[in-house]
């Protein structure tokens, strides 16, 4: 049974011509973005590689500075190190330089604060 190509930013699997999906050519990557959920401008001719992939970062250097997922659609912050595009899209204060690529994202407007918190979902489930 084949598996539903399904948008890691979005969770939407529906695509159009003018808003493809792709799946990053990365080894041991394959997420799959929208174009306009990732702000893909350029098509490419051949594979397409998230920005992680793309960057060849170290896997262990690559997480999110917003939650401790280390998978998932990420993209370069203003302070040189990375973020989901989904928690750029759903916490407050966060933005992004270029809405049309999505990027970089803005956490510096962020209370530092709020890196010493225990997110809610965490708490919840007793992880600190």
């Not at 049309?100 to 997110?119: G, H, Y």
Request: charged share 25%.
């Amino acid at each position: 049974k084949k598996m539903a190509k399904t948008c890691c930013v979005c969770s939407d699997s529906k695509e159009s011509a003018e808003n493809r999906l792709f799946r990053c050519g990365g080894q041991g990557c394959g997420i799959i973005v929208h174009q306009a959920c990732y702000g893909i401008v350029t098509i490419p001719s051949g594979f397409w590689f998230c920005r992680k992939c793309e960057s060849q970062e170290r896997a262990a250097r690559v997480k999110c500075e917003l939650c401790p997922r280390k998978d998932g659609a990420l993209k370069r912050t203003d302070a040189g190190s990375w973020a989901h595009v989904v928690c750029a899209l759903y916490i407050p204060k966060v933005t992004f330089g270029n809405l049309r690529t999505m990027e970089p994202i803005i956490t510096s407007k962020l209370p530092r604060e709020r890196f010493t918190k225990t997110c809610y979902i965490c708490e919840g489930l007793g992880q600190e």
